[in-house]
């Protein structure tokens, strides 16, 4: 991307729009005096499912919305959105992202579970993807009842992994027999995605191509040692882009239109993340939480990780995200007793009427357990591909976290949102605080192929709210001071602060203002193996957030304890 910042741009005004399970939201940037900006935004309801099955019925609302805020039109007489017309009415660039409807249904097919086939599944857990079935060497299934766990899973896509790169091929020869019978005897014909050995493809196109549209990539594992995903990702989104445009909910008239066709909502992520590490110098992680997905990407080390977990969800797929919680882990946030009914119930109303919010506070408590839990999950399952750093240890140094979705950006106070990212996360070190209230992330990552310099200057001009910096030592402290923070301000004056052991503390330093810190910790706690540390940090809405907990971060176990210091923790980080 940063080899294209240099060119003049070729497109004034860009429009984002991204599907979601339950809302659409639509960002209109402009140059204003020769720099790109945020000029508007609206969200509307999605219709891409019943009783309306059209997402351009959402699109057209949202649009409306603009024109009646800033004047602008979109639509010529016919009803069709004006894309690279004259500039008096319509768009540039537009382009397309989507979450949300039912996910892809998948069979994976691959030679071994601790090579090829984990591989397969680390790729797949980067699109909105339900996997129905595997098939592997070790399947003690015969031919027809392999073919007939292809034919009742009814797939939407086969990917096929398996075989090094020029290496023995015989045996995934013999599954690709098994999955050519499956097609020829099925009477809708599933997308084939293969991402085996690279020497195959030839035999595969050969096999396939006349029973179903056959795509291909890089190996995912062209040795042993080696996992290579980028390839299979990039092939995925291409596949989950026909998918949407070719079954009903009305994307394919989206897609026409859409310069990039309708990329995925964790793909449109993940490259932005690599282009905020790569200009920040450090690691970042994005974490979204929606209503029939939770979405996590990350760049560690220099490296994209991008996991997707459609059955976590604070709506379409609350049932089943509590299922794959427990019930216990959500208890333990809660400060009231509740049962399992309860958050069954909640969660079953939550599952049928997806766009309501907390009526209560009770409710509010469970949706912020809930969601601490699903990204806690989440974030465990991606940490399995990070390489160099075991599951068994605090995250590691985190630069920036970025938090999408309604609940994480959508809390009255931003220092409730800076909570609720440090317990779902639990970040170690000085990391700064995102969030996306305006939903300009996914649009961005999508318009980063196409015009960088966009990026690069919305972001700057405030496009993502910073909440601020946190200090979160690793370790330990039971009693007394947990650090002592002096903070000297730009215009000389200084704050010292002492933050108690267990507790949060907010330290004001606005947004765009940097401060010299000194942190000293009490024994037991540490920053990147330190007790002292020095460091120049910028502030946000919420300021620079002290956090003397320690890592784990430690929950009391009875309720009436929980009741006693959770409350004091949402206190502590409130700025109004």
């Not at 005004?13 to 945020?38: E, K, P």
């Not at 959508?410 to 939903?439: H, I, M």
Request: one cysteine or more; aromatic letters at 4%; proline letters at 5%.
């Amino acid at each position: 991307m940063s080899n294209k910042l240099d060119t003049q741009p070729t497109a004034n005004t860009i429009l984002a729009a991204d599907f979601g399970s339950v809302n659409t939201r639509v960002v209109l940037f402009d140059r204003v005096d020769g720099q790109y900006r945020l000029l508007s935004r609206a969200q509307t309801l999605s219709t891409a499912t019943p009783p309306v099955l059209d997402a351009g019925v959402a699109l057209r609302r949202a649009l409306a919305e603009i024109t009646d805020l800033i004047g602008k039109p979109f639509f010529q007489g016919s009803g069709d959105l004006v894309v690279g017309g004259d500039g008096a009415v319509g768009v540039d660039v537009f382009v397309a992202t989507a979450s949300g409807g039912r996910p892809m249904r998948a069979v994976l097919v691959g030679l071994t579970s601790d090579v090829s086939l984990d591989s397969g599944k680390r790729a797949l857990a980067s699109a909105h993807v339900d996997l129905a079935e595997t098939l592997s060497l070790v399947d003690v299934r015969g031919l027809e009842e392999q073919v007939n766990a292809i034919l009742n899973s009814q797939p939407d896509m086969i990917f096929i992994v398996g075989g090094t790169d020029y290496g023995a091929n015989d045996s995934l020869v013999s599954m690709l027999e098994t999955v050519r019978l499956a097609l020829r005897l099925s009477r809708a014909r599933p997308v084939i995605l293969y991402a085996g050995n690279i020497e195959l493809k030839p035999i595969v196109e050969e096999m396939l191509g006349e029973e179903s549209t056959v795509f291909t990539a890089t190996n995912v594992r062209p040795t042993l040692a080696e996992e290579k995903l980028v390839g299979a990702e990039l092939e995925l989104a291409l596949v989950y882009g026909a998918y949407k445009a070719n079954n009903p909910g009305g994307f394919g008239d989206v897609q026409k239109i859409s310069r990039l066709g309708i990329m995925p909502t964790g793909q449109s992520y993940s490259n932005l993340v690599q282009y905020l590490a790569r200009i920040n110098g450090h690691d970042v992680l994005c974490v979204d939480v929606g209503s029939s997905s939770v979405t996590i990407s990350a760049c560690i080390k220099n490296t994209p990780h991008l996991l997707i977990r459609p059955d976590l969800g604070l709506g379409h797929s609350a049932v089943t995200g509590l299922q794959a919680i427990g019930v216990k882990n959500v208890l333990r946030w809660l400060t009231y007793e509740a049962t399992e009914s309860d958050l069954v119930d909640y969660m079953w109303m939550k599952s049928l009427h997806p766009s309501t919010v907390p009526a209560t506070v009770r409710d509010l408590e469970i949706e912020y357990a809930i969601a601490r839990e699903f990204v806690r999950s989440a974030i465990h399952d991606s940490r399995r591909s990070w390489v160099g750093y075991p599951q068994t240890e605090a995250l590691p140094g985190l630069g920036t976290i970025i938090g999408v979705g309604s609940l994480l950006t959508g809390s009255v106070d931003p220092g409730v949102s800076a909570l609720l990212l440090l317990d779902a996360v639990q970040p170690a070190g000085l990391v700064q605080l995102k969030v996306d209230p305006y939903g300009v992330l996914a649009g961005l990552g999508s318009v980063a192929y196409l015009e960088p310099l966009a990026v690069v200057q919305v972001l700057e001009s405030g496009g993502l709210l910073n909440l601020g910096t946190a200090i979160c030592p690793t370790g330990k402290h039971d009693s007394g001071s947990a650090m002592e923070v002096r903070v000297r301000y730009v215009n000389g004056t200084t704050v010292k602060e002492s933050v108690p052991a267990g507790s949060l503390k907010i330290i004001p330093l606005p947004v765009g203002q940097k401060a010299n810190v000194s942190i000293r910790l009490a024994r037991g706690l540490a920053i990147n193996g330190r007790r002292t540390v020095n460091a120049s940090l910028e502030g946000g809405v919420a300021g620079l957030i002290c956090d003397g907990r320690g890592r784990p971060v430690p929950l009391p176990h009875s309720v009436k304890d929980r009741a006693a210091v959770l409350p004091g923790w949402l206190e502590a980080v409130k700025t109004v």
